[in-house]
């Protein structure tokens, strides 16, 4: 943010100067559901930049405003008050558990009308209960109603996003809209200065580390991504020759078919090259890392904290001491620059490529071959969403083509996650087209916003992993609970009023039905793949017999 | 609750008493959706009385378990931890506005898990997140982590529900559910005790006032559906000859073909003859009413408080005293006994019985013709549910035949209520047939749980009043922003694999297809009505006007 600049003396009212303070960040889309505490803003966004992108139901709008933050760096939804904003708790969590940072916008009662304390419509217990909701799962939250306060509360919002790559909650009294703001406001620089001397000692110990390392290992995940430092990434790999492994929630940071990229490193639930390579390594470069359970294999990752530099947005450690204020990407730039040593490491674990598949005519459909199949599939262009359960866990094993095309919420994983945010990761990166991969159950709960797609000309490529219930609960303790009514999904495309759909059934069905989703540009495709109740994968397979171990049986 | 009530000595655990407790209090259905974190419970769900009814998206849980509530007195719904727990923060929301005992039981990783306060999946800031973001819409929390208190906790958080008649949040770590809770266990009575010398002044007070009225009157609502205080309203009334007009939230808290109704009064909003009854009354005892703008008709009702009795679950008024701990029953059974005179009151304004319908072949359909179609479709075993928007506001004329047989969210009005509402009504009472009012916005959020009605054999009628986007806010500021994606709804059975569907453009398709519904009793039909754009009711069109000039417009 660049210190002490001045806005244009035109009067300039609240719901303007947050407007432009979202086209300013590069924001081209808001996602949301109007409702008449917010309606006023609605016709401001109709006049600005931004386009609106309504969805089925808010909690669609939550999830692709937290897939478009992914992809382009912020984003906002805008919802009404109390039926709108709490609709949205979930997949605002999501986004603060896993650095997404999304604007909640959320429109209120007039200040005036607030003041004898009725009971207006939509309210719960007191007119803040939102905004303490909402103090749980943002990073900043602010009620924009003090025209004298409301520009620098929403520079420090914005901010608060940016920097910690976390949601915040912007509360817009509906009589505030219109109303002009302090114009003689001035924005604060509030970055946080770098310690200058702290980050040339911290690059001086991480260089001999590394220099003196016989099997340095870069291990890269998701605060790569929301700093947008896939560039620098794959520099510092290229200029020193360290190999590069990812974990799960960081998937895709870098390309996966280069010579240095070593896999998707996840304990137990990893490839065995991946993990023995990772935990032999005698220094490993860890950027941007979350040890979550299951990035981790359920904490079946063995990493010595002697040997390891870790930086994150949060903060930085060599070895076990701890550096304050040096950010992860200058950090990055700093090791650019370092002098460390070329080296040319022999014999990497490279993930195989994806070999040539050839469909067995009427063959039935496994999670396997299927999976097989779809990494014969990608290319340059598709950006692979997947949802938590065996899409994700499957997904893990795909060789995606350029950083950045794979998304999945890896670590909080919210189900109903995949098909809305295929919409907000199609409409941040045009240039990309969404292969989907999607639980039976999870498509229940928000499939629908296909509609959205529909709406708005999103041709997103979805597949259905039918498996007739909840899988991955079926291995740890299984029940009617985890069947699902069986949805013929050929239906949706009429429904809808879009699109194309196929139920699949066998190898050669899939062939045929990827070939049709490839040439139909013009729509989505919904490929429905007809699954035993039990056929999962093997990565699946490990980890649900870990996670089984540790539901309390009754003894 | 009653007093000291042993509990019996052979070891119960935590998961076991939580659930007798629900079996005691009537509850015979559980609504949720299954996760590794609650996985045992649901397990033990299995073993027990109780139905589990899993929905295709917790919110539907959320809102089916509302409705349960409000019909049988008592719902749970279970659901895992954060990304199950926050999804139904906005129908625990609404349960909390409108008081309905809703029991939200969440899971929630082991206590031994959580020792170290590790990344676990499904979490957000820390591990008491979820638990402080249901502290601002329940009336109890708690968190079952210590097996000495649990028992108590859990009595604790269920009385609270009953009492307050709102939600509360019953947390569940799963090393806990199996686990024995102290045997020695006895139930402490929490109830207060009523003011005898207190309730003997208040009633002896409103008998005099009501005696000395030319023309006194009851307004009932809400609260007398949620004390379960039918009979004795009615007994009241009929013993006294005392007429009754109620509020949109309470509607059909007493049956609206007596002699003795007369209507509900909503201020402006409402039907003139009723409003100008009430407002002539020198002697209002208010039974049970919140003074929501929705049931204010936006606070243009004028009533006198030097002429009310006000009794309500939180406290009683005569004119302008309180009366502290003197409850609502207790208030209406002493009413009962009172010596208050009986009066024959002639010339009420009794709204218009519902009048022979007779169908204009061709006639495109409109908002009006189609209530009143409706209103001659009611019988004994139906009952309705309505939808926030014009469903409700246009229902509110509708006729209803028995109490209880109306449910609506008019105060907090979330979109997304009635669909899984009509699952949960429907499983409270199998005797009653629900008919759903519902727009066609908001079928697109929760519509698809029809779903759950497919699964568990249930047959509601659901009319879609399909005006091609939020109609109610049209009038206040129109844009893009809503209208809805058309959907065909013809085709959800197909998809849903059950139930019939219907699209209606004229008044004979209209009759036919009602014909029909009523016949086919199977499944759920779905009667999707093609309405104009515009088309409005006569009281939404008042309320819109009042609405819109409170939209902050740009000037």
Sequence with gaps: MSAGKAVKTTPTTIGQYLIRHLEEHGVRHVFGLP?????????????????????????GAGFAADAYARVAGLSAVCVTYGVGGLKIVNSTAQAYAERSPVIVISGAPGVREQAKDPLLHHKVRGFDTQRRVFEQITVASVVLSDPQ??????????????????????????????????QKHRRVDRTRATDRDALKEAVSEATAMINAAKQPLILASVEIHRLGLHDELLQFAEK?????????????????????????????????????????????????????????????????????????????????HQFVDVPLPDFMQALLKADIRMRSPKGLPNPESPSPFQARPGAPMTVQRLFQRINTFLDDHTVVIAEPGDALFGAADLMIHNDAEFLAPAYYTSLGF??????????????????????????????????????????????????????????????????????????????????????IRTEDELDRALTSARKYTKGFSILSVQLGAHDISPALKRLTESLGRRVAKKT
Tied chains: 1, 2.
């Design 418 to 503: 995949a098909v809305p945010a295929c919409v907000g990761a199609q409409l941040a990166r045009p240039d990309l087209r969404p292969l989907v991969l999607v639980g039976d159950g999870a498509f229940q709960m928000t499939g629908m916003e296909l509609s959205m797609a529909a709406r708005y000309g999103l041709n997103p490529i979805v597949i259905i992993l039918d498996n007739h219930g909840y899988g991955t609960e079926r291995p740890m303790l299984d029940g009617p609970f985890n069947d699902v009514q069986p949805w013929a999904h050929q239906h949706i495309p009429a429904l809808l009023g879009a699109g194309q759909a196929f139920i």
């Design 240 to 320: 020193t020759g360290i190999p590069i492994a990812t974990t799960l929630l960081g998937k895709s940071v870098v390309r996966e078919n280069i010579p240095l990229f070593i896999g998707v490193y996840e304990g137990e639930m990893g490839i065995p090259a991946t993990r023995e390579y990772v935990e032999s390594s005698d220094c490993v470069i860890s950027l941007g890392v979350l040890n979550t359970d299951l990035d981790t294999g359920l904490f079946t990752t063995h990493l010595n904290r002697g040997r390891t530099i870790s930086a994150n947005i949060d903060g930085l450690a060599v070895r076990y």
């Design 35 to 59: 409702g008449d505490y917010i309606l006023s803003f609605f016709g401001l966004l109709e006049q600005s930049s931004l386009k609106t992108i309504v969805s089925c139901d808010e909690q």
């Design 149 to 182: 306060t409301a520009f620098d509360e929403i520079d420090e919002a914005i901010h608060a996003a940016l920097a910690h790559k976390r949601p915040v909650y912007i509360e817009l009294p509906r009589d505030m809209v219109h109303v002009a703001g302090r």
